[in-house]
């Protein structure tokens, strides 16, 4: 069965530090993943997604993540964080029918906090 | 990107009414939305996929009688919370699947946090 795990519930960074966030999931076929973001209250807004091609993939806001097939990971890296980038962190894993996503498999999240 | 819409983004009823929450595709035609819940702390779980014209796929362990979903137009589907109880105080999310070509990818509403008194 399909599934996305993020091993880190709670991360906390200094401003201007670099963050890694991690993702590993399972899946049967060629995974289409996906990295949103969460402000408290709020719906998700995408930050970036994988289908194919460079594993190496660029997002909005200077967030960048890799997708390693060998370790089934797909971590979420920003070299510099700011402030407003406190918020919550979902990836996912999409699931498709007939060439359209038909559903998104969501890891637990990842709450990160920013510190001065 | 896209925009979907979703309303209220809040509510609190009583307990043994029943809520609707709409979801709306603003600038783009939708055959095909999610609904989504959220309980504290936890993960998005995906409820069930709409279609337009047809009816709602629940996933395992989704009550339909409780959760009625209708997706009568291209730009539109709603959630009914029926005879709501507290445990059925959530945040709900509905996510609209974009046309082609960018069919891979689903636009979120804004959530609906509902509270049941």
């Known amino acids: 069965a399909q599934s996305v795990t993020q091993p880190d519930i709670h991360i906390t960074v200094s401003e201007g530090a670099s963050l890694e966030l991690r993702c590993n999931y399972s899946?049967?076929?060629?995974?289409?993943l996906f990295w949103y973001v969460q402000s408290p209250g709020q719906g998700l807004q995408l930050l970036l997604k994988?289908?194919?091609?460079?594993?190496l993939v660029q997002g909005i806001k200077g967030f960048e993540a890799e997708f390693k097939r060998s370790q089934s990971s797909f971590n979420l890296r920003k070299p510099s964080v700011h402030w407003s980038d406190a918020a919550e962190y979902f990836c996912?894993?999409?699931?498709?029918?007939?060439?359209?996503?038909?559903?998104?498999?969501f890891g637990t999240g990842t709450l990160l906090a920013v510190q001065p | 990107g896209a925009v979907v819409s979703q309303h209220p983004s809040r509510v609190i009823c009583k307990s043994g009414t029943s809520v609707k929450i709409e979801c709306r595709s603003l600038?783009?035609?939708?055959?095909?939305m999610f609904w989504y819940r959220q309980f504290p702390k936890k993960s998005l779980m995906l409820m069930a996929t709409?279609?337009?014209?047809?009816?709602?796929?629940?996933e395992q362990g989704v009550e339909k009688d409780k959760f009625l979903i209708n997706h009568a137009s291209l730009t539109l589907s709603t959630l009914t919370v029926t005879s709501a109880h507290p445990e059925d105080s959530s945040f709900y999310i509905c996510?609209?699947?974009?046309?082609?070509?960018?069919?891979?990818?689903?636009?979120f509403g804004q959530g609906t946090r509902l509270t049941v008194v």
């Open positions: 996510s609209a699947r974009a046309p082609w070509p960018e069919n891979t990818e689903a636009f």
């Open positions: 899946y049967g076929a060629t995974p289409y």
């Open positions: 994988y289908f194919s091609g460079d594993t």
């Open positions: 996912a894993v999409g699931t498709f029918l007939g060439g359209a996503t038909n559903k998104l498999i």
């Open positions: 600038d783009f035609q939708a055959t095909t």
């Open positions: 709409s279609n337009e014209g047809s009816k709602a796929t629940y």
